[in-house]
């Protein structure tokens, strides 16, 4: 399909638009001022067939290392943003905006929703929105101008600069078939995926369904390394044995993130052009601050993907990393992922004195050691005596997790002391029930 081919277009669905400031700066004569600039992209919107009569813009900055001048102006934007009839807008500033991709268009429905995204391609964010066009999500990107020119928000600009994710230029035209498709929900929440074993499970579509009780384990393979001496085999066996010994579904998979920007490692030594049969998925990360963010969404689409069920507390998602913990806005999001999936989330924590891999109480030591524990932010769940082992989340390492079958909930108080004694210097998120989203503080 050709880049500038136009493409015949008619779509119901709401529009989220996801637009990166900090690539696509704000005009300095709209900065006070958004409302011409979002009646322009709904306009666009409109010639190119998005017929819903509603979109939500989300405005991001992924600059976190601001000073106190540059959240007064965040405020300013944040407090002239315009609403009305045919749009609403926020600005956040937060890490990384595919994380909210993931999430708002998996919640809004019933079936798929359309994604503009005016953000400069980057991997991630390319590979996120691949995710949600292969979940049948309309994706549409802007496409940069030349290094020399600005990006005009006007709408010619838009219509000649916007195309598919994959080329093609949408316009409008009725197409009274595509309606029963796009409010068919029965592909999103009745569909069975079944498991092909020659293909590697990387969210890049839909993954292979699971029902019942199960266990799901992320584990990042360089904060907390495998065994050199092991195959993947074994590697896999012997983390299905110590969950199991812990009380978890013996239904395992593990997805383990490398560091695929670096060579002569570990890496090369364990996989080598080895192959394996057990359920242990390797996948490329890149370095310590994309691995986590690519965790993250992964554990998200994972959520997304995985079966409904009546039953609370079904799956329980198991968490190897050591980039978690000290940030607010991923324990934040860690706990929501906990509270909307109903899940068990556990976060294991590799400190150094039991970061051993070749020791022969590896990988035990971790889960004994290596996880201290808080429960689900439900009042009925945080009972001691609802509740089995594993605990609800576990969001701090090396203090110790005895062996027994019981949580512990006098250590959530003595943590939860100590945590106000000792304040860190963290971003201050706080949930907003309206947006249902994180923000800073700061933003009001």
């Given amino acids: 399909m050709g880049e500038d081919e136009a493409i015949d277009f008619e779509s119901l669905k709401q529009t989220l638009v996801f637009w990166n400031i900090d690539d696509y700066p704000i005009p300095v004569d709209a900065t006070n001022n958004l409302g011409p600039i979002f009646g322009d992209i709904s306009k666009a919107l409109h010639l190119m067939g998005f017929r819903d009569g509603h979109m939500t813009v989300w405005l991001y900055s992924e600059q976190l290392n601001y000073d106190r001048k540059e959240v007064g102006e965040a405020e300013v934007i944040y407090h002239y943003l315009p609403q009305s009839m045919s749009y609403s807008a926020a600005l956040y500033k937060v890490p990384a905006m595919t994380l909210y991709m993931i999430q708002y268009a998996s919640n809004i429905g019933p079936g798929p929703v359309n994604l503009l995204v005016i953000a400069k391609p980057k ?13 049948r999500h309309n994706v549409l990107i802007v496409e940069p101008p030349p290094p020399d020119e600005k ?37 999103d929440y009745y569909v069975k995926i079944k498991e092909d074993v020659s293909k590697t499970v990387d969210f890049s579509e839909r993954i292979p369904t699971v029902k019942g009780v199960r266990t799901a384990v992320f584990w990042d393979a360089v904060d907390c390394p495998f065994p050199l001496s092991s195959t993947p085999d074994e590697i896999y066996h012997s983390i299905a044995s110590a969950l199991v010994a812990k009380g978890f579904s013996a239904r395992i998979k593990i997805w383990a993130y490398l560091d695929d920007d670096k060579k002569g490692s570990w890496r090369d030594v364990l996989l080598g052009d080895k192959t394996w049969a057990s359920r242990i998925y390797f996948l490329p990360g890149g370095d310590k601050a994309s691995r986590r963010i690519r965790m993250l969404n992964d554990m998200y689409l994972w959520e997304r993907d995985s ?44 400190t150094l004195d039991i970061n051993k891999p070749e020791t022969p109480e590896w990988p035990g030591l971790l889960l004994d050691k290596g996880a201290s524990c808080e429960s689900s932010e439900d009042e009925d769940m945080n009972k001691p005596e609802s509740r089995e082992w594993p605990p609800g989340l576990l969001i701090e390492g090396g203090s110790g997790v005895e062996s027994s079958e019981e949580p512990c909930p006098e250590k959530h108080k003595a943590d939860a002391a100590e945590e106000e004694e000792t304040p860190e210097k963290l971003p201050v998120y706080r949930w907003d029930p309206i947006t249902l989203m994180y923000k800073l503080k700061s933003l009001g």
């Fill in 151 to 187: 990006f005009l928000f006007s709408v010619d600009s838009l219509l000649e600069n916007a195309r598919f994710l994959g080329g093609g230029k949408p316009r409008f035209k009725a197409l009274l078939s595509h309606y029963a498709l796009e409010y068919d929900t029965s592909q």
């Fill in 123 to 135: 991997r991630e964010l390319h590979r996120v929105l691949q995710c949600l066009k292969s979940r």
């Fill in 307 to 350: 079966s409904r069920s009546t039953r609370s507390y079904e799956a329980s998602l198991v968490l190897f990393a050591d980039q978690f913990k000290d940030d607010a806005y991923y324990v934040h999001m860690l706990q929501k992922l906990l509270n909307d999936r109903r899940c068990d989330l556990v976060l294991v924590n590799p």
